[in-house]
């Protein structure tokens, strides 16, 4: 199954634990043994092949790259808006909790990355499209937990709803805004 990696972590002096987001499990957790371990790093599309084990955890019984997303990690504002948004996923779903469509914004989103000259601007989009998802976007600027203009609630909405990410990438928002909206909006909404 394609999978993308959020999460690594030293897992004893054998291996990591690692935490993959998956179009038809969500997300998994998986013991991935020493010799596999330097294969994988966040932000990397996968093709896995798991077992299941005890517990929670399963184990990696093959795996094959699909795309490393070197450009992502060539630039830090990418990289940081990038772990923002595995950030926000980690925080948001429940293991083994299938979101075919969520899998599917993240992956586009991602691949987008890898070009966009506005990774911040993808991030906030990626944000405020994953509370439209979990059914939490506001439906009114008056529901936003800051004070939002008239044009900065246009702002979000176009962030929210638009389906181009060549419109997407056009769409004039002030860093302020994207810094309320990383911040205060996911702390009262998440």
Known sequence: MEAIVLKTTQFHDEGRSITFFTEKEGLLRANVKKKDRN??????LIEIHLQK???EYYSLVDLSLIDPLFEIREDLARLQASARMAELLLKIQFPEKPSPLLFLLFKGFLLRMKT?????????SFTLKLLKHEGSFPTQKEEFPFS????EWQICQCLAHSRSFPILEEIPCPPDLINRIQGDLLINFL
Do not use: C, F, K, M
């Open 39 to 44: 294969l994988i790093s966040p932000l990397t």
């Open 53 to 55: 084990g005890r517990g």
């Open 116 to 124: 966009s000259p506005v990774p911040h601007l993808l991030a906030t």
């Open 148 to 151: 939002l203009t008239d044009e």
